[in-house]
């Protein structure tokens, strides 16, 4: 093992150390990034955003990245004040300073922290690569707009056409990671059989669908696999959908931020940081990836069920 690489397993032994001891690191840095966004929203640089609340500019610079350990509420109440924020926005910072002490993070979509922030697409658009097993729906970044449109009437049955329009739009605008031209994100991605054969819209919605994954699974930053029915329970359990939010590393080959799994259920999802905790979901990723089919027997499968819904129309 070489000298980085021990470096590295130490850095990971301190973090669970400090995650025993301060709690998840996941808040305060969703915390950072959020004030970040704000200062720069509102064209504040750092030397100014410390010069009004009276602090050290180090003191903006590690609230920002994450590093503050001790967070008062009535600074980050300070610093929305400063930046402009509206109410709705300042009760979003509030609510992820108040989790920052949290021993565990559990974040139950409107529980927690106000509904308008979406931690999980934070971490989507700030992670280099992303690993994701899915076994009951196709992931957002893979999805159509009709499919994700029929999908959503579901699910939110009282939402008015233009509402769910939003919905839809923002989908659709997250999937900009996977395809941009200057660094897109890399994804590596398992689907479970089932998830091509639960009829989501109606068949012709499965067919484009199904077409547009077999398309982008021919982009070099996008490995999607298929799991067949006939593959049984590579770990002997039904495995929930999960995904593995891996960050880019500094100019010191340390990693920006820590590795993130997110699982989720019906009544919520829980992020999961520790170094057990995410060798556990990408030792059982490798598992099913291991049973899955190909990338090029997979569009060609996916093609195949694509045809099989044309012609049952």
Known sequence: MGTAECNDEGDDVARDSELEETGSTLPRRQLGRYLREAREGAGLSTDKAAQLMEWHKSTVNRLERGLTERIRVRDILGLCEIYGLSDEKTA???????????????????DLIPANVNLFVGLESGANTLTMFQPLVVPGLLQTANYARALDRIYFPDETSEELDRRVALRIRRQNILTRKRRPTRAVIVLHENVLRTVIG??????????????????????????PFRAGLPLG?????????????????????????????????????????????????????????????????????????????
Request: proline share 5%; net charge neutral; no cysteine.
């Open 202 to 227: 109606d068949r012709r919605v499965m067919a484009a669908l199904l077409r547009h994954i077999a398309d982008l699974g021919t982009r070099d930053n996008i490995e999607v696999r298929l799991l």
């Open 237 to 313: 359990m039904p495995l929930p959908p999960f995904t593995v939010f891996e960050f880019d590393r500094d100019t010191h080959g340390r990693l920006v931020e820590p590795t993130v799994v997110f699982s989720e259920s019906f009544a919520g999802a829980m992020y999961f940081e520790r170094r057990t905790e995410v060798e556990l979901y990408r030792r059982s990723f490798e598992i099913v990836q291991s049973s899955a089919l190909d990338t090029r027997p997979s569009r060609d499968m996916l093609r195949q069920i694509a045809r099989e819904y044309d012609s049952e129309r």
């Open 92 to 110: 979003v910072a509030k609510g992820l300073a108040e989790q920052t002490p949290a021993k565990s993070w559990w974040h139950a979509y409107a």
